[in-house]
């Protein structure tokens, strides 16, 4: 496959781009910069040093991608922005790399970032996430696999995302949000229930979404502390893999680390 770039681009002696990349007009790829074959890149897009982009990826125009992050401890160290294959970068989307804490940002594969969204320094990003528009995340969050975030959310620095969960538009995520959950609210950001029909859809049996929902049962609607509804789902329910998780999740919890709440009247 041959590359494609337009005489307009402006691309750096030592970026390195794979077989069949297209270059639209007037985008901008800095020196020090990986491009795996096949991927698109749109016009008017800036790729700065210390990108490494995978295969068959598309970006779309306006997008910014692995400048300085914007943190006052950032002091021109050398840090890096890695994004997987397959992922859609749409209009205006801007992508920090990581700071001197991880030295990285990371995206996964197989993503879609809606346009205008943000992905603050060292944030790790899982697969199949969909980000809708204007969806700014701070440093340091993590992203699980097959995460679904709706429009003009906002999530705060340092929060964790479980796999397959689901989250509101217009929602404030301040707590840690763990895995196979819906949860959205703006003024009290909260848990919603299991995201049943997003786990269908992803093949889980009728009986882990069962299971699921009976620990979720037990963690947030029995009245119990959360130390005392962890040891009744260890001592009570399978220990699946789905559970072991679920169980892990809170397990890693720093210190002061808050997770979302049910809604209460």
């Not at 897009?45 to 779309?60: L, M, P």
């Amino acid at each position: 496959m041959q590359r494609t770039i337009h005489p307009t681009a402006v691309i750096g002696q030592s970026a390195i781009l794979g077989e069949g990349v297209t270059v639209g007009p007037y985008t901008v790829i800095e020196e020090d910069v990986e491009i795996g074959d096949g991927t698109t890149i749109w016009p008017h897009v800036h790729i700065a040093s210390g990108a490494r982009i995978g295969r068959s990826c598309k970006i779309y125009s306006g997008a910014v991608l692995a400048t300085e992050p914007q943190s006052l401890k950032f002091s021109g160290e050398k840090t890096y922005l890695y994004i997987g294959d397959r992922n859609v970068i749409r209009e205006c989307v801007t992508l920090n790399r990581g700071t001197s804490a991880s030295g990285k940002t990371v995206i996964g594969s197989d993503n879609l970032f809606m346009a205008y969204s943000h992905v603050g320094h060292d944030c790790v990003i899982g697969n199949h996430v969909v980000i809708a528009n204007c969806v700014p995340f701070g440093g340091h969050c993590e992203v699980g696999d097959y995460v679904v975030i709706g429009g003009l959310a906002a999530v705060h620095q340092f929060v964790r995302i479980g796999r397959f969960s689901m989250l509101g538009g217009l929602s404030r995520i301040t707590l840690d949000v763990p895995p196979f959950v819906m949860g959205s609210g703006n003024e009290t950001f909260r848990y919603e229930g299991l995201n049943a029909i997003g786990l269908k859809r992803r093949g889980f049996s009728s009986e882990k979404i069962t299971l699921i929902k009976d620990a979720y049962r037990i963690l947030f609607q029995s009245g119990l502390l959360l130390a005392n509804g962890i040891e009744k789902v260890k001592s009570e329910l399978p220990q699946e893999p789905e559970i072991i998780e679920i169980l892990d999740f809170f397990a890693s919890s720093v210190h002061g680390r808050k997770f979302i709440k049910p809604f209460k009247n």
